[in-house]
């Protein structure tokens, strides 16, 4: 259901994507024009981690200030353009972490005050060590058979329901508090209203499979009471309107909230520009972690899909993401924040074209072990994870092979995966592989990608996290037609692609 304000037939309209990745954030400004998308960085900050009292959290309260300061310079660029400002606003970022907030206050009428339930304690991060032990022990209640029929979501030590297995908070929380993912959170702080969209509810293991309500087993199992959880919201469905108080403050006007695939990767995938909806897609959402899978009608549940680590995420449309997780570019960054740490200056244009030379297959590391997922001296652990090929009797030890063995393993691992994924899904391999993102920049590893795969890599959108989100929003004003295949269409007519074809044979 689209029930957001509709947009003035054919006419121009300017809506705001906010987009919170682990490492850094953005409102994008996007202006819908002549049957294309035009992205605006109205404004970018950091989100960085906080390590206090031995726990790593996220700094909500700058998040919040950075999204308002975001959206009153999208408003002035929309204004600026000739448009009377935002249609509306989307909102999205990483997945499992939550925060928790109480009871909204009751005004002089005795009526309750929507946005002005405060925000208790911290927003803990994912990468936090609290749920070391907890998927093993939780396995002894149910078993991680039994989770995956019920969820379709693999078993990682970040998961939602794990996190609260781990937390004593809800436990003395006052009658009235919501557990909100933190897009969710940020739409109640914009609203004053309490959901949780279901794409990003899908990624908590809490969700049963098919996305249509949670499992009362599940949550019994880790103690959670269900009057904790908001009610689902689907994307595309209008949350709400922007709170008069927060009208006032950013002069935007009572702007409507849409609900948007507001797990990143769901709106990532949504922008995949891929041009046959009728086959299943098979991309990479390419940033801090690497998303390699297939969109699919239907989730994989099956024994064999757990086994091998893969999940089935909600995605747009009632469409699955079957998908496994790869730490992707968070490798290099992490890398290159140790080295700018001991006093190096590096700039990644100049890193990868030095790792660009290097003699291919000298080493290997394994991308997805666990070893690699808190921060910290990241060089130094890949460095001494690497294996040596090919008779090398020595580790990588300059910035550039320390890259190269980086890049060639996670193409190595997509190949390996995305074989898994077909395997497990029953399907050939398909003929293209679309990598978005950050990451799809990245010229070096689409070639190595290419070339480890045999089969075309088409690159872009760069920001199709954003993409998605507009597009979203804007079929929700009645902007674009309702179909998944014109949402695509759009994102095409929208950006400039670029494909590299395999250079050496698939091996």
């Known amino acids: 259901m689209n029930d957001a304000q509709g947009a003035e037939p054919g006419g121009p309209i300017a809506v705001a994507a906010v987009d919170l990745g682990a490492t850094s954030g953005r409102v994008m400004l996007g202006v819908l024009a002549d049957g294309r998308i035009e992205l605006i960085a109205a404004h970018r900050f950091e989100n960085r981690l906080r390590d206090e009292d031995g726990q790593l959290r996220w700094d909500i309260d700058a998040l919040w200030a950075e999204v308002r300061q975001g959206l009153r310079a999208a408003h002035d660029g929309a204004v600026e353009r000739g448009l009377t400002g935002l249609a509306s606003i989307g909102i999205d970022s990483w997945a499992v972490d939550y925060g928790l907030v ?111 309500g949670w499992s009362a087993e599940l949550l019994t199992a880790a103690g959670v009471d269900p009057d904790l959880l908001a009610p689902l919201i689907s994307p595309g469905e209008r949350l ?18 849409i609900a948007v695939g507001s797990h990143d990767t769901a709106s990532a995938v949504l922008a995949v520009p ?36 893969f999940t089935n995420e909600g995605g747009v449309d009632g469409t699955t993401r079957f998908l496994k997780n790869v730490a992707g570019m968070w490798l290099v960054s992490e890398s290159i924040r140790q080295w700018e740490e001991e006093g190096a200056r590096v700039d990644l244009a100049d890193l990868l074209a030095a790792a660009a030379v290097m003699p291919a297959h000298r080493f290997r590391i394994d991308p997805t072990d666990p070893a690699f997922l808190a921060p910290g001296r990241m060089a130094d652990r890949v ?64 070639q190595l990608t290419a070339d480890a795969l045999g089969i075309e890599v088409v ?42 074809s395999p250079s050496i044979p698939s091996g």
């Open 102 to 212: 109480g009871p909204d206050l009751v005004g002089a009428d005795g009526a309750s005050v929507p946005g002005s339930g405060e925000v208790l304690g911290e927003v803990v991060a994912y990468r936090d060590h609290r749920t070391d032990g907890i998927p093993e022990s939780f396995a002894e209640q149910v078993s991680r058979e039994r989770q995956y029929t019920l969820t379709g979501i693999a078993q990682q030590p970040f998961n939602t329901l794990y996190q609260l297995v781990a937390d004593d908070r809800p436990a003395t929380l006052p009658p009235g508090s919501t557990l909100l993912m933190v897009p969710d959170l940020l739409g109640y702080l914009l609203t004053g209203e309490r959901r949780t969209e279901r794409t990003n509810a899908s990624s908590t293991g809490m969700l049963a499979v098919g996305g249509q």
């Open 240 to 257: 709400g309107t922007v709170l008069p108080e927060l009208v006032r403050e950013l002069g935007i006007g009572e702007v409507p909230v």
């Open 274 to 309: 891929a041009a046959d909806d009728a086959h299943p897609v098979a991309f990479i959402s390419s940033g801090t972690w690497s998303l390699i899978g297939l969109e699919l009608s239907a989730p994989v549940s099956t024994a064999a899909a757990l086994e091998a680590g």
């Open 383 to 446: 460095m001494l994870a690497a294996r040596r090929l090919a008779g090398e009797d020595e580790r990588p030890r300059t910035p550039a092979q320390l890259v190269r063995c980086i890049l060639e393993s996670l193409a190595v691992t997509y190949r390996e995966e995305l074989h898994t994924a077909c395997r497990l899904a029953r399907m050939p391999l398909p003929e293209r592989l679309h990598v978005v993102g950050g990451g799809s920049r990245n010229a070096l590893l689409n």
């Open 459 to 500: 690159a872009g959108p760069m920001e199709a996290t954003a993409l998605g989100n507009v597009a979203l929003q804007a079929r929700a004003l009645g902007a674009v037609p309702g179909e998944h295949g014109a949402l695509r269409g759009l994102v095409r007519a929208s950006v400039e692609l670029e494909r590299f």
